[in-house]
């Protein structure tokens, strides 16, 4: 029996880093410029996600992630995520 696993991977922008974020049907992975893994985010905590004009705010553990859409650099691989999530 053969299972597929779909993952994608994009760059982003939050709160002034350069972020690697890679998402697949179990969460999010959020990696630094140096390949470290910052945060893992299970995809049942999307179910928090607010959005703030351009800002998606995810909390999670105590935390707030925040992607910001830029219309000129991630607005669509963000909405393929959201997509990808059913979050719009």
């Known amino acids: ?9 994009y760059t982003i922008v939050l709160q002034k880093n350069m972020w690697v974020i890679l998402y697949w049907e179990g969460g999010l ?3 630094d ?7 893992k985010i299970p995809s049942n905590a999307l179910s928090q996600v607010k959005f703030k ?10 935390k707030r992630y925040v ?7 991630n ?10 999530y059913h979050l719009v």
């Open 29 to 31: 992975l959020f990696m």
């Open 53 to 62: 004009g351009r800002k998606i705010i995810i909390p999670y553990n105590g």
């Open 75 to 84: 607005e669509k691989d963000v909405q393929e995520m959201l997509q990808f």
């Open 33 to 39: 410029r140096g390949g470290n893994m910052v945060s």
């Open 67 to 73: 992607i910001v859409r830029c219309k000129n650099d």
């Open 1 to 9: 029996m053969a299972c597929a696993i779909a993952m994608f991977v």
